[in-house]
């Protein structure tokens, strides 16, 4: 067998044809594994939600990556400059945040100028092409025809949509794009920021509105919600679908029984395991901090927002785009001080929007040609007593699909709303000297039958009365359904996805 002589370090050693091989290979492998554990990831935080810092810090851990963490302010703009500067100085050759729109726009200018990747974990109502910018929240105009069409399915003739600031409306938008059939009120919430939202919302209650599209910022939504329960908002009469994807973290045992129909979307699973890991390893990071340790609030996986899963997911991006480097590393001399930018910026850019992966914390992950995610998954989550339960889901292939309706037969414990209209002998008002409310404002035939079937199948009901006494009629302009029959197949359509829609029941004659 052939040897080679090899000269290291002033030693002779012989290493044979195999030898070599597996010197190639360790030599490679030492490579690649430099490669990543040499590259400073940057993050900007502008929010006061030190939870984000703590995913971050935790996640980055197990990528071997170096990182540099700075909190800036959202109104000293010269200093977000220099801390941005001062990072690039110190070799940050990727950026995440900051949330604010001055802040991202100054730190984009850099890292435009830079050749910088910068990642992008937040809703950005401005989709037009940002070099050297990524995005990993749903793209703008696609999130907006999801709402929409979530609005379309509950086939409401009218309804408010109450919505936040200029980028809430901006989000909303595309409801008012699609939705043209029904009468559709508008408000902003608070508009003098007063934290005070009784005022629109009785707004809303005069003007005889039910079913409400509510877009806020999720900090404002327990106050909001808890306003509406306290001026009659919360009732069996009423519906939301409320766009905010973070409903999940927030306390909703006031409403759970109040039988009214609130409708959310989430894009993080809480009882995904990804999701629970992350919670641990936010957990773990609390507990090694030496300050504070009196103040730690450990978190559950259904207390993770969107935000902060969006920030996991785009380190594990990053983080296989490093490894596709070629074999100068991470080494940057980008400065503000100077012309140079990283060279290896525009191939770190490159990668990020070919790599995916399908077990991201928000679901598949996948960029566009652009840097958007249009391709994403929603769950579709209901209110019910036993707290917020998924129920359907959208994706780009298939749009709207709702889970199959679970039907054991066993009506116990159940709740139910009879529709019904005050016609004698089946259901009229008692006659009473006394006030009487809830269903013992009512007798007749069908109210004894519905009460004897409850007491036999143990189930719990309440009435709804129809004032105008309408069976209901099939219209074959708007090809729906009016009276009871319309009301009832508006509550169907929530659970089940009819591809034909009301045209079910067409030719049907019910009196």
């Not at 044809?17 to 554990?37: D, K, Q």
């Not at 170096?66 to 200093?79: A, E, G, H, Q």
């Not at 709303?417 to 005050?422: K, W």
Request: overall charge negative.
């Amino acid at each position: 067998m052939q040897q080679i002589l090899c000269l290291c370090g002033g030693n002779k050693m012989r290493i044979s044809p195999t030898g070599i091989s597996a010197l190639i290979i360790v030599a490679f492998f030492t490579l690649r594994t430099s490669t990543s554990s040499n590259c400073i990831v940057g993050f900007l935080d502008d929010t006061s939600d030190v939870i984000n810092r703590l995913a971050f810090k935790s996640e980055i851990e197990k990528y071997d990556l170096l990182y540099s963490i700075k909190y800036i302010s959202t109104d000293r703009f010269y200093d977000t400059l220099s801390t941005v500067c001062d990072m690039l100085e110190n070799g940050v050759v990727a950026l995440f945040g900051p949330q604010t729109e001055d802040n991202f726009q100054i730190v984009h200018s850099v890292c435009y100028s830079k050749d910088i990747p910068h990642i992008e974990t937040r809703w950005n109502d401005n989709p037009q092409k940002l070099t050297f910018t990524v995005n990993l929240y749903p793209h703008a105009p696609t999130f907006g025809e999801v709402l929409a069409k979530l609005v379309d399915f509950k086939k409401w003739t009218t309804f408010t949509i109450f919505y936040d600031d200029h980028q809430s409306l901006s989000r909303i938008s595309g409801i008012l794009k699609v939705i043209r059939k029904s009468a559709i009120s508008i408000k902003q919430l608070d508009p003098n920021n007063t934290e005070n939202y009784r005022p629109v919302l009785k707004e809303a209650w005069k003007d005889g509105f039910r079913n409400f599209v509510l877009d806020c910022h999720i900090d404002r939504l327990p106050n909001v919600l808890k306003q509406a329960q306290q001026i009659g908002l919360m009732t069996i009469e009423n519906a939301y679908i409320i766009t905010n994807p973070d409903l999940q973290t927030i306390n909703m045992e006031s409403y759970k029984y109040s039988d009214t129909n609130i409708t959310g979307i989430r894009m993080v699973d809480p009882d995904s395991e990804a999701a629970i890991r992350l919670a641990e390893s936010i957990n773990i990071q609390q507990s090694n901090m030496d300050v504070y340790k009196d103040r730690i609030e450990y978190i559950v996986s259904s207390q993770i927002r969107l935000d902060t899963a969006l920030l996991v997911d785009g380190l594990r991006l990053l983080n296989m785009a490093f490894e596709s480097l070629p074999y100068h590393g991470c080494e940057s001399n980008a400065r503000c001080s100077n012309d140079s930018s990283w060279h290896d910026g525009a191939t770190i850019l490159a990668s990020l929007k070919t790599i995916s992966f399908d077990d991201g914390i928000t679901g598949p992950v996948q960029l566009d040609a652009m840097g958007h995610r249009q391709k994403f998954q929603l769950d579709i989550i209901e209110l019910r007593e036993n707290g917020l339960v998924k129920v359907g889901s959208w994706d780009a292939k298939k749009g709207i699909t709702f889970l199959e309706h679970e039907d054991s037969g066993n009506l116990q414990n159940n709740s139910f709303r009879v529709i019904t209209t005050l016609t004698a002998p089946y259901g009229m008002l008692k006659e009473s000297e006394k006030p009487l409310s809830g269903n013992d404002q009512y007798e007749g035939f069908a109210i004894d039958l519905i009460h004897e079937l409850s007491l036999v199948e143990k189930f719990n009901y309440t009435f709804i009365i129809r004032e105008d006494k309408a069976n209901g009629d099939w219209n074959n302009v708007s090809k729906e359904w009016s009276g009871m029959i319309g009301d009832l197949l508006r509550e169907v359509i929530k659970y089940f996805h009819f591809t034909q829609g009301y045209s079910l029941l067409e030719g049907y004659n019910v009196n």
